[in-house]
């Protein structure tokens, strides 16, 4: 049973800093690509950024939105996963989710369906 666990949300000021954690079990994280994902009331969950297999390099890919602000970062032997969010914003407001992408071999996809295996989420919410 793949169980993922996310923690790391709270409460932060406009410019600060959060680092989400995801904590995998029942599969080597290293083995598939990682995404993080987010919900804000009312609104659909969306693409936040993701990280390749190590096989295929451990690239990473980001939304628009976060780019040059968001950093995901993995770590095997812990097999966790990290999203370091600098920058926030009151729009960064939003449940956060890591999910798995088990049958990509290479590359990363952004599509919310090619993910297999989600956590339970993290709140973050940034104050103006």
């Known amino acids: 049973q793949v169980q993922l666990v996310e923690s790391g949300g709270g409460l932060v000021q406009t410019g600060g800093s959060l680092r989400l954690s995801c904590a995998a079990s029942?599969?080597?994280?290293?083995?598939?690509?990682m995404g993080w994902f987010r919900q804000a009331p009312g609104k659909e969950r969306e693409f936040v950024g993701a990280i390749s297999r190590s096989a295929s390099g451990g690239s990473t890919y980001y939304a628009d939105s976060v780019k040059g602000r968001f950093t995901i970062s993995r770590d095997n032997a812990k097999n966790t996963v990290y999203l370091q969010m600098n920058s926030l914003k009151p729009e960064d407001t939003a449940v956060y989710y890591c999910?798995?992408?088990?049958?990509?071999?290479?590359?990363?996809?952004?599509?919310?369906?090619?993910?297999?295996?989600w956590g339970q989420g993290t709140q973050v919410t940034v104050s103006s």
């Open positions: 029942g599969r080597t994280i290293s083995s598939c690509a």
């Open positions: 999910a798995t992408d088990g049958t990509l071999r290479s590359g990363i996809r952004v599509g919310i369906p090619f993910y297999d295996y």
